[in-house]
């Protein structure tokens, strides 16, 4: 499995701007490959953000399309994720995912965000 | 987008118990359906992709069936490790779509 790393601020303030970048091996971001953010609400499930090809074609979900853009850099070997005008319910666990062969098949560890005042 | 009923949403079994877990769609996806096991405080881990195929290394008492809208995840001789949550997930249409989550807990 290929590993990936999230990383960004652990406490975002409401109505601001939540940012997160997924480290990814070098060499790995591939014409085959889709990243996406999956995030997880304390004790709930799991709801797909959106994922990124390595061309910067992207797909949101619409239930937060408004709000979400996702970037790649090739060159730094990562990929971004920000959703602004936060709230409380953007409160959850983040994970960046690789899709190549298989449907996320590789995850990152996760990152809790917070948002609160 | 399409909806995911998962059920049981918690269940309690013994070691060594058959175990099943059931999906459904809320439209028709073919067989493009996978199965993920999470532990506590971990990332999900893909345990079967396309509906019924294992992914290497996952043990093979771990199998899958269905098409359509109705699907089955089977645990066949439960082991201690097996306690997680596990989610169905569709990815036959955007926006991809996950079950609520069956707990399943060793008794």
């Known amino acids: 499995q290929v590993q990936l790393q999230e990383s960004g601020p652990g406490l975002v303030k409401p109505s601001g701007t939540l940012s997160l970048t997924c480290g990814v091996p070098?060499?790995?971001?591939?014409?085959?490959?889709?990243w996406s953010w999956v995030r997880q609400s304390p004790g709930k499930g799991l709801e797909w953000i959106g994922e990124i090809s390595h061309s910067g074609t992207t797909n949101y979900n619409p239930s937060l399309m408004s709000r979400v853009t996702m970037s790649i850099d090739n060159f730094k070997n990562q990929f971004s994720l920000k959703i602004s005008y936060v709230t409380a319910a953007d409160t959850a666990v983040y994970f960046c995912?690789?899709?190549?062969?298989?449907?996320?098949?590789?995850w990152g560890q996760g990152t809790l965000v917070t948002v609160s005042s | 987008a399409i909806q995911m009923t998962q059920s049981p949403s918690s269940l309690s079994a013994s070691v060594g118990d058959r175990v099943t877990i059931t999906c459904r769609t809320s439209q028709a996806i073919r067989y493009d359906l996978g199965w993920y096991q999470q532990k506590p405080g971990k990332a999900p881990k893909l345990l079967i992709y396309?509906?019924?195929t294992l992914r290497s290394g996952v043990p093979a008492r771990f199998s899958g069936s269905g098409s359509g809208t109705d699907f089955t995840l089977t645990i066949s001789g439960l082991q201690a490790e097996d306690s997680a949550t596990y989610y169905c997930l569709q990815d036959y249409d955007y926006p991809w779509t996950f079950g609520q989550g069956t707990k399943v807990e060793i008794k």
């Open positions: 995912t690789r899709t190549a062969a298989l449907r996320f098949e590789s």
């Open positions: 070098a060499g790995s971001i591939t014409s085959s490959t889709w």
């Open positions: 396309g509906a019924s």
